[in-house]
């Protein structure tokens, strides 16, 4: 096991952005400046992210009406959504199919979602459901599923909606595309920390996530990425870790929200803003997570994302 680290200073930032126009819907004309480069390829047990040992500050009560609505409603602008996600691996096969548990972080401990891998599926494939004890795909407590590639490095999340194949014509009912993830090959560590982006639908109007609804596989998020076909579409990635001398090891500053090293923990930015948090995650004890998102992102998003780095990744480690 490695020793906790410290966080590391914060760097000087761009002038800050603002939310609602760094994620407004429209062609994306930002072109990659260049990934940051580990200065130091040889320090393979480089994969630890350091965080201050300071009080958990708790989520702003937060409260609504209709569960199913909240956990796809993107959050609210200047409202960090602060949130605690537990693992349970008790049970006959439940060390190879744990349940995961998303729930406000404060004292009310509001229920969010439910999430688990399939079994006897051919790809990595977890149901999210809005009720605890429901977790089937017929269910109608059914919200959404992450699904993943044969090789566990890139995944795409759907919502609830109807499959491509039975919607009407117009797509108007067909599920619609939430997010897609990508990491980075690492075998063997010699690239440094995990490096993961993530797509995400833009936003149009009045703060509402513009609908991403393909017909099928080739014209979804992640060939949209691959093509460099940007249109409506929003790119984040992790933000890079620090390396510390003291300590050896790649550090993060969580402001407190995460007090043991992992090589889960990750904070999810804009290239606008970095010091601007979209999503961030990270552990607390052994099955327990602190999972904090901001706009435009929305819980099924940001539980999706967290649910996508448990997943075995033989090619990224």
Same mark, same amino acid.
């Given at each position: 096991?490695?020793?906790?680290?410290?966080?590391?200073?914060?760097?000087s930032?761009?002038?800050?952005?603002?939310?609602?126009?760094?994620f407004?819907?429209?062609?994306?004309?930002?072109?990659?400046?260049?990934?940051?480069?580990?200065?130091?390829k040889?320090?393979k047990?480089?994969?630890?992210?350091?965080?201050?040992?300071?009080?958990r500050?708790?989520?702003?009560?937060?409260?609504?009406?209709?569960?199913?609505?909240?956990?796809?409603?993107?959050? =609210?602008?200047?409202?960090?959504?602060?949130?605690?996600?537990?693992?349970?691996?008790?049970?006959?096969?439940?060390?190879?199919?744990?349940?995961?548990?998303?729930?406000l972080?404060?004292?009310?401990?509001?229920?969010?979602?439910?999430?688990?891998?399939?079994?006897?599926?051919?790809?990595?494939?977890?149901?999210?459901?809005?009720?605890?004890?429901?977790?089937s795909?017929?269910?109608?407590?059914?919200?959404?599923?992450?699904?993943?590639?044969?090789?566990?490095?890139?995944?795409?999340?759907?919502?609830?909606?109807?499959?491509?194949?039975?919607?009407?014509?117009?797509?108007?009912?067909?599920?619609?595309?939430?997010?897609?993830?990508?990491?980075?090959?690492?075998?063997?560590?010699?690239?440094?920390?995990?490096?993961?982006?993530?797509?995400?639908?833009?936003?149009?109007?009045?703060?509402?996530?513009?609908?991403?609804?393909?017909?099928?596989d080739?014209?979804g998020?992640?060939?949209?990425?691959?093509?460099?076909?940007?249109?409506?579409?929003?790119?984040?990635?992790?933000?890079?870790?620090?390396?510390?001398?003291?300590?050896?090891?790649?550090?993060?500053?969580?402001?407190?929200?995460?007090?043991?090293?992992?090589?889960?923990?990750?904070?999810?930015?804009?290239?606008?803003?970095?010091?601007?948090?979209?999503? =961030?995650?990270?552990?607390?004890?052994?099955?327990?997570?602190?999972?904090?998102?901001?706009?435009?992102?929305?819980?099924?998003?940001?539980?999706?994302?967290?649910?996508?780095?448990?997943?075995?990744?033989?090619?990224?480690?």
């Open positions: 096991s490695e020793p906790e680290t410290k966080s590391s200073k914060p760097k930032k761009k002038e800050n952005a603002n939310p609602a126009s760094m407004a819907a429209g062609g994306d004309k930002d072109k990659d400046k260049g990934k940051d480069k580990n200065k130091d040889k320090k047990k480089a994969q630890v992210f350091g965080c201050l040992p300071e009080e500050p708790p989520s702003p009560d937060i409260e609504f009406d209709s569960l199913e609505e909240f956990v796809l409603q993107p959050a =609210q602008q200047g409202v960090t959504v602060k949130c605690k996600m537990t693992r349970d691996k008790r049970g006959m096969d439940k060390g190879l199919y744990p349940t995961y548990y998303l729930h972080d404060n004292e009310k401990k509001v229920f969010l979602l439910a999430g688990r891998k399939r079994k006897k599926s051919t790809t990595s494939n977890y149901l999210i459901s809005i009720d605890p004890t429901d977790l795909r017929g269910g109608e407590n059914f919200i959404g599923k992450l699904r993943s590639n044969m090789m566990g490095t890139k995944f795409t999340v759907f919502d609830n909606a109807l499959h491509p194949d039975r919607a009407l014509p117009d797509m108007s009912n067909a599920r619609q595309e939430l997010a897609a993830i990508i990491y980075e090959t690492n075998v063997l560590g010699i690239k440094g920390p995990r490096r993961l982006t993530v797509i995400i639908p833009g936003m149009g109007k009045d703060s509402e996530r513009v609908p991403i609804r393909p017909r099928s080739n014209n998020l992640l060939m949209k990425f691959q093509n460099r076909k940007m249109d409506n579409l929003i790119e984040l990635h992790n933000k890079t870790p620090t390396w510390n001398d003291d300590t050896a090891s790649h550090v993060l500053n969580f402001n407190g929200r995460v007090t043991q090293a992992s090589i889960k923990n990750f904070q999810i930015i804009h290239s606008k803003d970095e010091a601007y948090i979209v999503m =961030q995650f990270g552990r607390v004890a052994d099955d327990a997570f602190t999972l904090d998102y901001s706009y435009p992102m929305c819980a099924v998003q940001a539980f999706a994302i967290a649910l996508s780095s448990f997943d075995g990744k033989i090619t990224c480690e």
